[in-house]
């Protein structure tokens, strides 16, 4: 069984052989004794006293990467971690303002508190939405030869509803949603986004225009459309992360980490539409995986409130119906679900530092998700903040944790509304991390059913383009990170992308596991059983480091621009590759 944590071979992305560009250099840096560096940092718990973090084996100067100290014994345990997470867990789903979320808040308040930090909340903090939270969903059919409950996966989040007693209509088979046509230059952003826009758009003209040549459209009887929407799909690491940027780097020491699988669960939701569909009454969108993996996931998340109720069923259960819908049976069809018009906020923690510059550091996440994953950034804040409160440990600049919300929920501008409220901190910022699903272990749905792989699942660490790269793969091989992508994201997965969109040199540190958004009362553990606490301890830690470096360093030489970092580059040796 692999290791879950440690050290492994570290490498970079061979396609970028053949001249030092601004994206080679840094990859140059990786040196071959880079691997066997980490692990001594890391065989040992260390000394009570604080325990100096050496500099990159390249030999770059701490002008470069910064200089930081980890005091090992003030850092978080394992078992800390684990109970933190476990108590976030515990409250149950963390729906954007529902009473868990509200009440994981009041947590991270205090113990933001309990650790010298001041919280601020301001009026524009406090966003008004209306609050959708499912209720009741269910599929059963009537007729046929086997009548009865069909076994139900899931559910299309801020959907549509039914009455209480549900709807019945014929079963009608709709077909394959056309492929997606995503295609172009990845560095294109903006035509990117549009192109997925599109695609949202043809799916639904599609849906429309079949609901509408279906059998008993005109008589108003209604249909219920079963949909294959042939996702989440089957793409490999480097597929997925080509899509946001080239990777610059990676630490695996586990083979080909561009051909390894990372089809999904989460993405499943994404091809699927809501929307008035003509005259069917629902739709049941059937999801390329098993049971197992397919339960309880929330997907898509984030967006509008539709008026078209839609369940997902899985792989299995969907050939089922699809033979059933031969005859076009009828089906009761039920989602239900309640709305309230309430309020959800963002906070802000200020942990002051013992320099006088005036600067500061942001460290950014969000607070609502439906399990132990989504999301225990505010765990990590809270240890960093508890870490960084020792006068010993105490920073220079002054920290500022932003904990915001409006993941799960319809059209709030998340870290978008921190910088737009707190234009004191942006302008006063040093370098800005996002941290997002601390200790993930990897997960696959294959031919052998849904199971732990024994590696962790893969992180992606964006960064700006600037000489903040530098500290960050410093950091990163100093903490013994493995199985991690880190690239300039042309676009970031998470909500990193808006400090650095507002000028803060950024870092933003995220995974995307299958059970990304299991949740339901299928996953009633909120899928705690993958969490690695090992894993969540390491990159905490790796935090801590890089938020040392961050500090020693010059906020003109971490805004700087694209060639500053890289005057050094001919010192350095090439990068071994990945065996």
């Known amino acids: 069984m692999p290791s879950t944590g440690g050290t492994g071979s570290i490498g970079h992305n061979p396609s970028f052989e053949g001249g030092i560009t601004r994206r080679t250099a840094i990859g140059r840096t990786l040196a071959g004794s880079a691997a066997l560096a980490a692990g001594r940092l890391l065989a040992a718990p260390g000394p009570a006293a604080a325990a100096p973090v050496p500099p990159w084996p390249s030999g770059l100067p701490a002008s470069v990467v910064g200089r930081s100290s980890v005091n090992a014994a003030l850092l978080p345990s394992s078992r800390r971690l684990y109970e933190d997470i476990k108590n976030m867990n515990d409250m149950g789903p963390r729906f954007t303002g529902s009473d868990a979320h509200n009440r994981y808040i009041d947590w991270l308040k205090a113990e933001f508190e309990a650790a010298g930090c001041k919280i601020q909340q301001k009026p524009a903090d406090v966003y008004p939405f209306q609050r959708w939270l499912a209720e009741d969903w269910a599929l059963e059919l009537l007729d046929g030869p086997r009548p009865g409950p069909v076994r139900v996966a899931s559910y299309y989040p801020y959907g549509g509803e039914t009455p209480p007693q549900g709807v019945v209509g014929h079963l009608v088979y709709a077909g394959r949603a056309p492929a997606p046509r995503i295609t172009g230059d990845p560095s294109d952003a903006a035509g990117t986004l549009d192109a997925i826009r599109r695609y949202r758009q043809e799916f639904a003209d599609w849906l429309t225009t079949t609901a509408r040549d279906l059998p008993n459209a005109a008589t108003g009887a209604g249909n219920i459309l079963l949909v294959d929407i042939d996702s989440p799909p089957p793409l490999t690491e480097g597929e997925f992360f080509s899509a946001f940027g080239p990777a610059e780097y990676y630490s695996w020491p586990g083979g080909d980490w561009q051909t390894r699988n990372f089809k999904r669960m989460w993405l499943a939701g994404f091809t699927a539409v809501g929307g008035n569909i003509g005259s069917a009454l629902g739709a049941v969108y059937i999801v390329d995986g098993s049971y197992a993996a397919a339960a309880g996931n929330y997907s898509p998340f984030g967006g509008a409130h539709q008026n078209f109720p839609a369940l997902y069923v899985d792989r299995d259960t969907g050939a089922m119906l699809r033979r059933a819908a031969a005859s076009k049976p009828r089906v ?182 299958n059970y990304l958004v299991a949740t339901g009362p299928t996953q009633t553990d909120g899928f705690i059983r993958a969490l690695n606490p090992d894993l969540a301890a390491q990159q905490v830690r790796w935090c801590i480091d890089l938020l040392g470096r961050l500090d020693s360093l010059p906020r003109e030489q971490l805004s700087a621009g694209d060639t500053t970092a890289f005057t050094v580059k001919q010192q350095l040796p090439p990068a071994p590759s990945v065996p």
């Open 332 to 513: 009761r069809f039920t989602m239900t679900a309640s709305k309230a018009n309430t309020t959800s906020a963002n906070f802000v923690a200020v942990l002051p530092g013992k320099g006088n510059s005036g600067e500061v550091m942001i460290a950014n996440t969000h607070t609502d998700g439906p399990n132990f994953v989504e999301e225990n950034g505010g765990v990590g804040l809270v240890n960093m903040a508890r870490y960084f409160s020792h006068p010993s440990t105490r920073l220079n600049r002054t920290l500022v944790f932003s904990c915001v919300t409006g993941h799960f929920g319809p059209g709030f501008p998340q870290t978008q509304g921190f910088i737009d409220n707190y234009p004191e901190y942006i302008s006063a910022a040093a370098a800005g991390l996002t941290v997002e699903h601390f200790g993930c272990n990897e997960w696959w749905d294959d031919s052998h059913g849904y199971h732990a792989t024994g590696w962790p699942e893969v992180y992606a660490i964006y960064h700006a383009l600037t000489p903040i790269a530098l500290p960050v793969i410093d950091s990163m091989a100093a903490s013994g990170l493995i199985h991690e992508v880190v690239t300039k994201g042309v676009w970031y997965l998470g909500i990193g992308s808006n400090l650095e969109d507002a000028g803060v040199p950024a870092v933003s540190f995220i995974a995307g596991p």
